[in-house]
């Protein structure tokens, strides 16, 4: 193993006892993590915050075996130290990372095919949001939805941090993205970030909304992280060989499907979860996303949208604002 400097034999770490709500996020300490022969060990700057986090702290996210029990799925920071068969990364290298678990603290491991560098010029704080709604974005609107220029996608969550990243991902591939949020604050803010139109759910019904601006015909993809009974008003947005595709179930994992509509337009219903998929899976990903979207950031095209910063020891904090909803792209935790 390649040693930059000397690492501590602990750490200052959120690594909850029990479920419950954000007071059980209090710092601990916590021994640094070893790296594996191809894993690399980051000294955290940034970590960023998403929704499974939430649904893991309240013990509702099963995590895969081996999984570091503190939670975390995204850092920034500088690689301290390498394994034996790490070929790319260098210790003081500058890298974001999307990792299965470990970013709420002073050290992680991640795999090094995971790593991706940090954007020539960008903060460490932004960097932190970016892998996990990248990741998950691309594999899912690309990959599962299939989607090519010129295309109309339904976003719900439009200010999330996966709804501000799949904007972004629509503009740079020349997708028409029409989004869904809770209020007309936030539909201000979506339609500044590039969509072309956002639906308040709250005082309009948004399947008879996407109907009428797309002229009757519906739309080509839905990325649905609402579940329950979105999906069948999903499924009647949808226009002819339309694919929705589902990434988390807020409202519940089952729905009511009429399989005539399905079968009449030639549906595709489809949905994936990250976290489990192989380092292979992930690996690929992270090479597409450095090739297609990280000029993109280091050319100025995309910006990292960053909500609101909070210390490490307020992770609770930064829990509560995400179940707030009241966020604007990605929370993230500053670590060092």
């Not at 549906?267 to 992930?282: W, Y």
Request: with cysteine; proline share 9%; charged share 15%.
């Amino acid at each position: 193993m390649s040693i930059s400097t000397p690492i501590p034999a602990t750490m200052t770490a959120i690594d909850p006892a029990a479920p419950g709500g954000p007071e059980v996020l209090q710092p601990v300490t916590r021994p640094v993590p070893q790296p594996g022969p191809t894993d690399v060990l980051v000294q955290v700057a940034a970590a960023g915050v998403n929704r499974p986090d939430v649904l893991q702290r309240l013990g509702l996210y099963p995590m895969p075996p081996g999984t570091p029990t503190i939670p975390g799925l995204e850092i920034a920071g500088i690689v301290v130290a390498v394994g034996d068969a790490v070929t790319r990364w260098r210790p003081s290298d500058a890298v974001c990372a999307l990792v299965a678990g470990g970013g709420y603290a002073q050290y992680c491991t991640a795999p090094e095919s995971q790593c991706l560098p940090v954007p020539a010029g960008m903060a460490m704080t932004d960097a932190a949001g970016l892998p996990e709604t990248w990741f998950t974005v691309w594999s899912n609107v690309m990959d599962r939805g299939r989607a090519r220029p010129g295309e109309t996608i339904l976003i719900h969550g439009g200010t999330s941090g996966i709804g501000i990243t799949a904007l972004q991902l629509a503009a740079e591939v020349g997708l028409k993205a029409i989004v869904t949020c809770g209020s007309d604050e936030k539909c201000a803010a979506a339609t500044a970030h590039g969509a072309a139109h956002a639906i308040n759910y709250k005082t309009q019904d948004f399947s008879a909304e996407v109907l009428a601006l797309t002229g009757g015909k519906g739309v080509d993809i839905v990325l649905d992280m609402v579940g329950g009974d979105y999906v069948p008003k999903n499924i009647a947005c949808l226009g002819d060989d339309g694919r929705h595709v589902s990434i988390a179930f807020q409202r519940g994992p089952t729905a009511e499907v009429n399989l005539g509509l399905v079968m009449r337009k030639r549906l595709v219903l489809t949905g994936s979860m990250l976290r489990p998929r192989p380092i292979a899976f992930k690996a690929a990903i992270a090479e597409t996303l450095e090739g297609v979207i990280w000029p993109a950031f280091e050319a100025g095209r995309l910006t990292p949208v960053t909500d609101m910063l909070f210390p490490l020891a307020e992770a609770a904090a930064a829990h509560q604002r995400m179940e707030a909803g009241a966020h604007v792209g990605k929370i993230v935790l500053q670590v060092s």
